[in-house]
């Protein structure tokens, strides 16, 4: 056996274990899984924030972005709204990583 560390996995690496948590979780609930994004475009169309997440008996918000420009506005809390996060839930944890 050997173990690897990495920041530059395979992609197929992994979307494999990926795979093998979500078959293993499936066992045990109910079978709502679902992954949804929020969008939040300029009046051309393109992404200025969005958020990325998965909704399984609970929502995980995997990614949470917001242009440059437009950061400090409230976007991203709209963004989390229109998630169906108010910030107030009981169940909310959040982990905010600090850049070095």
């Known amino acids: 056996m050997r173990i690897e560390v990495t920041d ?3 992609p197929d690496d992994e979307k494999f274990v990926v ?3 979500r078959a293993f979780n499936l066992a045990f609930a109910e079978r709502d899984f679902k ?3 929020v969008f939040a ?3 051309e169309g393109n992404i200025i924030g969005g958020l990325v997440h998965t909704y399984w008996q609970y929502l995980y918000v ?3 972005w917001v242009h440059e420009e437009k950061r400090r506005s ?3 809390s709209k963004l989390m ?3 169906g996060i108010t910030g107030q839930e009981p169940w909310l944890q959040t982990r905010i990583p600090r850049h070095v």
Do not use: K
Request: hydrophobic residues 40%; proline residues 5%.
């Open 19 to 21: 795979a093998q948590v």
């Open 81 to 83: 709204s229109e998630a």
């Open 62 to 64: 995997a990614l949470l």
């Open 8 to 10: 530059n996995p395979s």
């Open 35 to 37: 992954s949804l994004c």
């Open 41 to 43: 475009r300029d009046n």
């Open 74 to 76: 409230g976007l991203g």
